[in-house]
């Protein structure tokens, strides 16, 4: 059965960024994961030991909730960026101290933006240099990064994220399989997910469109999801679905979008976080209940 295999989390912090109200919500819907990216306004690569266990871990206990992944910064930066590469590594290492506290075995990274116009080919070794530098820190813990398919990083479309997970080739490297980032990417996700699937432990729920790369309820895009999703429960896939709304302007946004974050929000789709949250929650279960 799917209940055996398959475990709901999601980006609890496009609810509000009250960690309260995050945990509140999420639990109301039945669930009892979530993939801890900020709290109070602040990203969790911010945080200190001594805040997760006086700030955040007490709540996650009294809710009832654990962590599913670690939705980091690593690796979103400039990949000239040689100073903010050495502050990272060192920022890996607190969060694999984090990650561990959480009892939390996953920890998202990306793969570098590279510089606007320039052939992406052409940074591929320094890329896997600074990833295995990451592996590196990642292994000590025996923490698993997974790296997710982000737009205008060098792994944003299937061919380069198959590149770099075989090169790396440890079993502290994985993959997250997003279907609106391949989707912005202009790929089509059931090739990438053929090519890439035997690295893939982790997929994040968000939807797009083709024509002007706007984020959408998840199966109402061009993310192929409900016949992806079935596809992949069928081939045996066991792990995390995880929630990524993005269907209304939340406050750490700005942050994580490269481009203008009005270009994937374009209009709010629910009167705030929490609403939009429950909208993915609720047309993610409607496509599990026609798959099982």
């Given at each position: 059965?799917?209940?055996?295999?398959?475990?709901?989390?999601?980006?609890?912090?496009?609810?509000?960024?009250?960690?309260?109200?995050?945990?509140?919500?999420?639990?109301?819907?039945?669930m009892n994961y979530i993939s801890l990216r900020s709290a109070y306004d602040k990203?969790?690569?911010?945080?200190?030991?001594?805040?997760?266990?006086?700030?955040?871990?007490?709540?996650?206990?009294?809710?009832?909730?654990?962590?599913?992944?670690?939705?980091?910064?690593?690796?979103?930066?400039?990949?000239?960026?040689?100073?903010?590469?050495?502050?990272?590594?060192?920022?890996?290492?607190?969060?694999?101290?984090?990650?561990?506290?959480?009892?939390?075995?996953?920890?998202?990274?990306?793969?570098?933006?590279?510089?606007?116009?320039?052939?992406?080919?052409?940074?591929?070794?320094?890329?896997?240099?600074?990833?295995?530098?990451?592996?590196?820190?990642?292994?000590?813990?025996?923490?698993?990064?997974?790296?997710?398919?982000?737009?205008?990083?060098?792994?944003?479309?299937?061919?380069?994220?198959?590149?770099?997970?075989?090169?790396?080739?440890?079993?502290?490297?994985?993959?997250?399989?997003?279907?609106?980032?391949?989707?912005?990417?202009?790929?089509?996700?059931?090739?990438?997910?053929?090519?890439?699937?035997?690295?893939?432990?982790?997929?994040?729920?968000?939807?797009?469109?083709?024509?002007?790369?706007?984020?959408?309820?998840?199966?109402?895009?061009?993310?192929?999801?409900?016949?992806?999703?079935?596809?992949?429960?069928?081939?045996?896939?066991?792990?995390?679905?995880?929630?990524?709304?993005?269907?209304?302007?939340?406050?750490?946004?700005?942050?994580?979008?490269?481009?203008?974050?009005?270009?994937?929000?374009?209009t709010n789709k629910a009167k705030d976080g929490a609403e939009a949250y429950k909208i993915?929650?609720?047309?993610?279960?409607?496509?599990?209940?026609?798959?099982?």
């Amino acid at each position: 059965m799917l209940k055996d295999r398959i475990m709901i989390s999601g980006f609890s912090d496009e609810i509000d960024s009250d960690f309260e109200r995050q945990l509140k919500t999420v639990t109301e819907l039945g669930m009892n994961y979530i993939s801890l990216r900020s709290a109070y306004d602040k990203n969790i690569s911010a945080y200190s030991m001594e805040e997760i266990n006086d700030s955040l871990l007490p709540l996650l206990k009294s809710y009832q909730v654990k962590v599913s992944s670690i939705g980091s910064p690593i690796g979103k930066l400039d990949i000239r960026d040689n100073e903010g590469y050495v502050k990272q590594l060192v920022q890996l290492e607190s969060l694999c101290n984090i990650a561990m506290q959480l009892q939390c075995k996953y920890i998202r990274i990306f793969s570098f933006y590279i510089p606007e116009g320039e052939n992406p080919d052409e940074y591929h070794s320094e890329v896997i240099k600074k990833i295995k530098g990451f592996v590196e820190i990642a292994n000590k813990y025996q923490r698993i990064l997974i790296h997710e398919n982000e737009k205008d990083i060098y792994g944003d479309i299937a061919k380069r994220c198959d590149k770099i997970v075989r090169e790396i080739n440890h079993p502290c490297f994985k993959l997250v399989f997003d279907f609106a980032n391949f989707v912005q990417c202009g790929e089509n996700t059931v090739d990438c997910w053929n090519r890439l699937k035997d690295q893939v432990v982790y997929i994040h729920i968000k939807d797009a469109l083709y024509n002007n790369s706007e984020n959408v309820i998840c199966g109402t895009g061009d993310g192929n999801i409900l016949d992806l999703l079935r596809q992949i429960l069928n081939e045996g896939y066991s792990g995390f679905l995880t929630l990524e709304p993005h269907l209304v302007m939340f406050d750490q946004l700005s942050e994580l979008e490269n481009r203008n974050a009005a270009e994937v929000i374009k209009t709010n789709k629910a009167k705030d976080g929490a609403e939009a949250y429950k909208i993915q929650y609720n047309a993610l279960m409607g496509m599990l209940s026609q798959i099982a």
